[in-house]
Every structure is written in structure tokens, then in C-alpha cells.
């Protein structure tokens, strides 16, 4: 291919006919001129751009000689020019430090330099006041979105090198100035940039081979967060456990409301957008029977008194790193005694895996502490109807029927964070300081399960922390939000009086 057949398109073409904005020679010239000139302040380095440097280093040191392409990903398309609210890949984040801030179609460039690397941040200029995207071109243009950062203010907030965009491009093929420059040390993220992937041979099978290991080798590095990381999400479930008591102050508005999980819905998003970036996930609003269906994000139904809330929420900081917490509660302010019968198994699931998270033991172990009291309770109240020997058997797992997800999956600027990572170091991998995960047992007896007892059916219960891993053991990030039966109805009558 030549250079320009394999340039990298900057973002999809917009359609044209609904544009009535002015574009004659004279009104090019007079819309440019007159404009007070930009007082470029140059920021001071964030606090994130220290650790993300590290990270760097470490990244370059896996991968001597090999060119590093880390895409921050383009806007997607919703429907004609309208386009989802943009968010950065995770990878491009944590290389970086940029966030909820960052800029669409920006490429975080590893050049090979001897035994290390030259990095560079490439990504689209602020366009003059005297060309026409200033004021024409309402995807980039500052007259429709806003300012943009200029190249030195990026530079000095993110601790830096920074050219614009247009260079990449000239990177990509300076080998021969003609052909495309061979891939054998290219390596990036395919489906962060899939443009960008074609545009350096990332879709041959060898290209694949070394973009997954690439990507595999980012999600292990993320296993063990930073100090930043960890205050980071501190920061995340304070601000969701206030998300979580603006829902109980409104909960005499949302009881008995046609679409009071909408209303929950509502509720707890105003504080993620207060407190953080956005939600780090669809928040699961399920009242009543909904409660028993593990990802229901449909939230349009109503919340009746006799009916639980399990309400799965977590607010997305401006840095991306978000909590997922899990709390359900009666919509009456009181659980019924078969609501708390299955609330206090969970709590007892819950606790016993907290007690067994610490320093050496493999990840897998938190899971099997949790489930062989779930086990125990579905055999002592007659739903599994063999021994708690036979059920925990891995070909049998009766009790499974009614928890068939996992008790835990890791934390960070993804809510399923570091989901490449391998098995071994994952799964099975072993504990270390600085690790943060969730534990969320559930049981979830569905109204046509003909398998639970009548008291029982309709009835979903989960119970979700964060937690952080110490060299002492472990501490749960989110233990202030009300999880005894007790202390969630005191936190209702509480918040309602």
C-alpha cells in the first residue's frame, strides 16, 4: 500500500445537508478575525501523571525494540452525527493519566529507541480562529464543543511529549517514504482503534499473536493497583455510598411509582455525575421479582411495600476508576421474615469469604469460602435436596441453581478490571497487597422455580463489597454502607423521618 492509501482517517464524515452555516469567502474572513488571542496557562503536572510514568517504564521495559501503539479509541456513532459521550480505552488511561478529559482519536506512541522507548502522545490540535473547523465542524469544532487543550498544555499536565496527530501518520511510514512500514515490531490494541489496526497490519494472524500477549501483559500490570489507584477508589464508593443514601432519602417519592426503579435509577445517576465522571457501569435497579435477574438494567418497573430493591450501582470518577457495590433493601423499610432468612445467608456467604481474603492465598479461595455457606443454607432449608458433601461436588452443584455467577472479579478503571489477564494469574492467581476486588454472594430464587419453596420464591438477594488487600489481610473499602438487616432498616427509617 502506499502512505496514502493507509492514512489514518481522523474521524467518519458528517452528513452535510442539515448545514445552513455560511461559507462564503467574506464570511470565512470576517468570522476569523476580531477575537481576543488565547492566554495559554500551562497547568502543573496532575498527580496522576507521576504514577503513570512508572507504568510506563514498566511497559517499556517488557517490550525492548517493539513499537507500542496504545489508541485512546474514536467517538462512536448513536445515530447520523450524534455520537455517544466519548471514554477513553482503559489502557490509554492508565498509560497516560488522562481521563474523562481525554481526547478522541489520540494515540499514546512506545517509538524503540536502543533498549527503551521514546514516548510520545499524538492527537488532533485546537484549530486556529481563521480555519473553517473552528466554527464549521461541530464534532471538533471549539465554537460547538468548547476549547481544547493545546500540545505544550498537555505536555505539562500529563508530564508529556506531545505532537499533533498529523505526524502519526508520517511516523507510521517513514521507513520508506513509499510503502508502509513492515509490522513485525508493531504492536497495538486492535479493539481500541480498529482504523488504526488496519492501518498497521494488526489483523494478520502473527499481528494478532503479539497484540493479545501485548494486551494480556497490560491487564497482569493493572492486577496490583497504585497508591493513586487505591485513593482513587476510596474516592469512588465514598461518592456511591452518598449515591446510595440520596436513593433512601427517596424513597417515600419511589414507592409505589409506576417506574420507581427508573426513579432509583435517576437518583443515584444525578450524584454520579455530581461526585465523578458519569456511572462506572448500567446501574441494576431491580425491585420485586426483577430482583432475581442478575443483570436487569431495563428498570422500568415499579417498587411496591412487601417488595425488595437490589440496587447495583457504582460512581465512575473523572480519572475512570470506579466501585461496585450492591445493597438490597425492603422497599417497606422492613424485611419480611422470609426476605431476612435469605438477606442473613448471603451476609453470613459474605462474611465468610472477607475472612478468608488476605496476602498468599489463591483467588479462587474467596469464591469456595462463600459458596460452601450457600451450599450449607440451600441443603439446610430443604432446596437442595442432597448433602452439602455431594452438592460442593464439581459434578454436581445443586446448589449453584441459585448463585450461578462468581463470588468476585477484580476492580479499577474497568468494573471487570484486568479481564485478559490469564488464568493462572488471575483465577488461580495469588493475593497481593494493592489488589482490589469485589465479593458479592447472591441467591436468587426466580417466581416460576419450582424447586424453591412457595415463602421463598421472588425473592433475589445480593450483597456486594469493595476490597482492598493489605499486607496485614484485607479491608473492605465499602464496610460504612449499612449490610446487616438491622442497620439497613435503621438506615431507611433514618433517612425517611
Known amino acids: 500500500m502506499t502512505p496514502s492509501e493507509t492514512t489514518i482517517p481522523l474521524r467518519a464524515a458528517s452528513p452535510s445537508n442539515r448545514s445552513t452555516t455560511p461559507n462564503s469567502e467574506y464570511f470565512k474572513k470576517y468570522i476569523g478575525e476580531n477575537w481576543a488571542s488565547h492566554l ?38 448513536r445515530a447520523n452525527d450524534m455520537t455517544y459521550p466519548f471514554r477513553a480505552h482503559s489502557a490509554f488511561a492508565w498509560l497516560t493519566g488522562w481521563g474523562s478529559d481525554s481526547e478522541p482519536g489520540a494515540v499514546l ?147 409505589g411509582h409506576a417506574r420507581a426503579e427508573r426513579l432509583i435509577d435517576g437518583v443515584f445517576n444525578s450524584r454520579a455525575r455530581v461526585e465523578g465522571n458519569t456511572v462506572g457501569y448500567t446501574t441494576i435497579a431491580a425491585a420485586g421479582a426483577h430482583s432475581c435477574i442478575l443483570h436487569w438494567t431495563q428498570n422500568d418497573g415499579p417498587a411496591l411495600n412487601g417488595d425488595l430493591v437490589l440496587l447495583d450501582a457504582g460512581v465512575e470518577m473523572d480519572s475512570y476508576y470506579t466501585a461496585d457495590i450492591t445493597r438490597t433493601f425492603p422497599v417497606s423499610g422492613t424485611y419480611t421474615p422470609a426476605q431476612r432468612k435469605v438477606y442473613e445467608a448471603v451476609l453470613e456467604a459474605a462474611d465468610a469469604a472477607l475472612a478468608v481474603a488476605r496476602p498468599g492465598i489463591r483467588f479462587r479461595d474467596i469464591h469456595d469460602a462463600a459458596m460452601a455457606v450457600i451450599a450449607r443454607k440451600t441443603v439446610e432449608w430443604g432446596v437442595v435436596t442432597v448433602s452439602v458433601e455431594q452438592a460442593v461436588e464439581e459434578g454436581n452443584q445443586q446448589h449453584r441453581r441459585y448463585m450461578v455467577h462468581g463470588t468476585s472479579h477484580h476492580l479499577g478503571l474497568d468494573v471487570h478490571d484486568c479481564p485478559q489477564a490469564r488464568r493462572e494469574m488471575y483465577l488461580d492467581g495469588i493475593l497481593e497487597p494493592g489488589m482490589v476486588f469485589t465479593i458479592e454472594p447472591g441467591l436468587y430464587f426466580h417466581p416460576d422455580d419450582l424447586t424453591a419453596p412457595d415463602e421463598l420464591r421472588g425473592i433475589g438477594v445480593r450483597i456486594e463489597d469493595n476490597i482492598l488487600v493489605t499486607a496485614e489481610g484485607a479491608e473492605n473499602l465499602s464496610a460504612a454502607i449499612p449490610r446487616t438487616a438491622d442497620d439497613v432498616e435503621a438506615w431507611i427509617q433514618q433517612s425517611n423521618n
Do not use: C
Not at 498527580?47 to 517490550?63: G, H, K
Not at 485512546?72 to 456513532?77: D, I, M, T, V
Not at 510520545?120 to 469544532?141: K, Q, S, V, W
Open 109 to 255: 506512541v512506545f517509538e524503540p529507541i536502543g533498549d527503551t522507548h521514546e514516548v510520545t502522545l499524538y492527537f488532533r490540535e485546537r484549530a486556529g480562529r481563521g480555519t473553517d473547523e473552528f466554527y464549521a465542524d461541530p464534532e471538533i469544532g471549539e465554537f460547538w464543543i468548547g476549547p481544547r487543550p493545546s500540545l505544550r498544555q498537555v505536555a505539562a499536565d500529563l508530564g508529556l511529549q506531545t505532537r499533533d496527530i498529523a505526524n502519526l501518520d508520517m511516523l507510521l511510514h517513514q521507513d520508506s517514504g513509499k510503502e508502509a512500514t513492515t509490522t513485525h515490531s508493531t504492536v497495538t490494541i486492535p479493539e481500541a482503534d480498529p482504523e488504526l489496526a488496519d492501518v498497521v497490519g494488526g489483523w494478520s494472524p502473527d499481528a494478532v499473536t503479539r497484540n493479545t500477549k501485548f494486551v494480556r501483559d497490560l491487564s497482569e500490570l493493572r492486577l496490583v493497583k497504585d497508591p493513586y489507584e487505591v485513593e482513587q477508589l476510596r474516592k469512588a464508593v465514598a461518592a456511591t455510598a452518598l449515591g446510595f443514601s440520596d436513593v433512601m432519602a427517596e424513597l417515600p417519592r419511589i414507592r
Open 40 to 77: 495559554e496557562v500551562l497547568p502543573l503536572p496532575r498527580e496522576q501523571a507521576a504514577f503513570a510514568a512508572i507504568r510506563r517504564r514498566r511497559v517499556s521495559e517488557l517490550n525492548p525494540g517493539v513499537r507500542l501503539l496504545v489508541p485512546a479509541g474514536r467517538l462512536k456513532q
